[in-house]
């Protein structure tokens, strides 16, 4: 469904993503992790067209999008959630997500754009009541506000940006069941982005780890989790990682 | 005494009454200024010279091509969206992230270039549509039909942004590009387009104004003198971007014009209005509606 050839992004004279290059099929969920810096929010951002790429090729469904500008690849089928909420506070709960339900998808249709709203904070779990504020909603609200957005665009691949940093450990894992479902009823393909190993690796079928901008490993998440470059990685720069690739592993 | 009391007090209702009929005008500029700050986050200096556009495209179709003046007055709001789109496509978008000093010389670069290119083009002849509409006698009170016109089709103008403000996913757009420009893009929604879009509503409606002032006002490459720098105070002290308080401030200001010019000539309207306007940065520097820190 994606393939991602040789991407490089220089800013200046650094190097931010160097010659990183994967895949991902259809119907799964990739995960892809790598210490704080280490390039992964860069990648997503020149997967959504934020920014533009230095070298490389980025085909989905068999078409170039790298470059493209980022409203062009929401339509063609590639939604985005952000690692840091970024709703209209002055539009109801349920204007933020038909916005999206109506500009996201490559014909604009009010039904459709109604419909895919309705749909989307049902499956997130959002009230689909017109008039909800989005200043009720807490640090999980928002984040789920953030997914019903992406899902109402109708996405064939999901880019989830989702630092569960700000959440406890219970809300954790009710964001990590959500993609999965959406992934399992929606059938939408997902890269998660996440720097807590974790929660992640009880979710995802596959999983690829950045750092300095490179793909240093890629596998299944057990294989991932025992290689040693992977461990180096993470050993003394994140304690809470190296737990959790202890928690992993057994 | 009582009855120069009776006929003061009649002069009195109508310089009110004529204080609403002119803020309706002077309501529907500062909408369009306020939609492209707000949306935009640039002022258009030049707002008003658009309206003098609109006012020469108004009399050459009556007077020269002799349109009937019910179908030049939609070419002409055609005619100035069409500028205000082509305004931020050639100025506007090319200094989007220049700083804010930049696009403001920018745009006042623009309000010479159009006031002298029209002197060039017309000269400095005023000049009418030659349209006298007749005037409503209310009791001993005089309104003139161009003034009841005026302000009726500016209270549709409008509400007809308002409707599409609110009531269209083109219109939540652009009322949500105002608050996060970056994110926009990212739900689907073509920014650049939002931005044309909006130019040529602003446009349009300095368009509309325009067709309602020729009535009243003649045509001359600086017209927009009259209404420019009021359209920015007004919005200013409604606060920039704020379409409610821009609306409350234009009845402000034009009652404050009314009723200064009826105690003396129509200028000490003016001085009395600017000069409240300088007042009120001192006490409100955030404009009238701003929450009191």
């Known amino acids: 469904m994606l393939a991602v050839e040789g991407l490089v992004k220089r800013f200046g004279g650094f190097t931010a993503v160097n010659k990183v290059s994967f895949d991902v099929a259809k119907g799964e969920i990739l995960g892809l992790i790598g210490p704080n810096g280490s390039g992964k929010s860069t990648i997503f951002n020149l997967l959504s067209g934020t920014l533009p790429p230095s070298a490389g090729s980025i085909r989905f469904d068999g078409r170039e999008i790298a470059g493209l500008a980022p409203h062009r690849i929401i339509n063609a089928g590639v939604g985005r959630t952000f690692q840091i909420p970024r709703p209209f506070r002055r539009l109801s709960i349920f204007e933020n997500v038909a916005l999206a339900g109506y500009f996201g998808q490559d014909r604009h249709s009010r039904t459709k754009a109604y419909d895919s709203a309705e749909r989307a904070l049902a499956m997130v779990g959002l009230p689909t009541d017109r008039h909800a504020t989005v200043d009720g909603l807490g640090a999980a609200g928002l984040k789920k506000l953030e997914l019903a957005k992406a899902i109402a665009t109708g996405p064939k691949l999901l880019l989830a940006d989702e630092s569960l940093g700000g959440l406890d450990e219970s809300e954790m894992d009710q964001a990590a069941a959500m993609l999965r479902k959406i992934r399992d009823e929606l059938g939408i393909t997902i890269i998660w982005v996440e720097h807590i190993m974790g929660v992640l690796m009880k979710v995802v079928d596959r999983v690829m780890v950045i750092d300095h901008g490179e793909k240093i490993a890629e596998g299944l998440p057990h294989e991932v989790s025992s290689d040693p470059r992977v461990i180096e990685v993470y050993l003394g720069t994140d304690a809470e990682a190296t737990q959790a690739v202890a928690q992993a592993r057994r | ?293």
Request: charged share 10%; proline share 3%; glycine share 12%.
């Open chain 2, 1 to 293: 005494m009582q009855a120069f009391l009776e006929i003061f007090d009649i002069y009195l209702l109508e310089a009110v009454i004529n204080g609403i009929l002119l803020g309706g005008v002077l309501a529907l500029l500062a909408l369009g200024l306020n939609l492209i700050f707000g949306v935009i986050d640039v002022t258009w200096i030049c707002y008003a010279e658009l309206v003098m556009i609109g006012m020469y495209g108004m009399y050459f179709l009556v007077s020269t091509y002799h349109v009937p003046y019910w179908a030049a007055a939609p070419l002409c709001i055609l005619l100035v969206a069409g500028v205000g789109a082509l305004l931020h496509l050639v100025v506007i978008q090319p200094l989007l992230s220049a700083p804010p000093i930049n696009q403001l010389l920018a745009t006042g670069g623009v309000l010479f270039f159009l006031q002298s290119l029209a002197t060039v083009c017309f000269g400095i002849d005023f000049r009418n549509l030659g349209i006298q509409l007749p005037v409503l006698g209310v009791g001993e009170m005089n309104f003139s039909y161009a003034r009841l016109l005026a302000f009726g089709a500016a209270l549709v103008g409008i509400s007809a942004v308002y409707v599409f403000m609110n009531r269209t996913y083109t219109g939540t757009a652009i009322r949500a590009i105002a608050q996060d420009r970056h994110i926009m893009p990212l739900m689907g929604v073509d920014a650049r387009r939002i931005y044309i879009i909006t130019s040529a509503i602003g446009g349009g409606l300095a368009g509309l104004a325009s067709c309602l002032l020729v009535l009243q006002y003649d045509v001359h490459p600086f017209v927009g003198l009259s209404f420019g720098p009021i359209t920015f105070l007004i919005c200013v002290l409604g606060g920039l971007g704020n379409f409610f308080g821009g609306f409350v401030a234009a009845f402000v200001f034009a009652e404050i014009i009314s009723l200064g010019g009826l105690f003396s000539d129509l200028e000490w309207g003016y001085v009395l209005a600017f000069g409240f306007f300088i007042l009120m940065m001192f006490i409100r520097p955030g404009g009238l509606l701003a929450r009191r820190s």
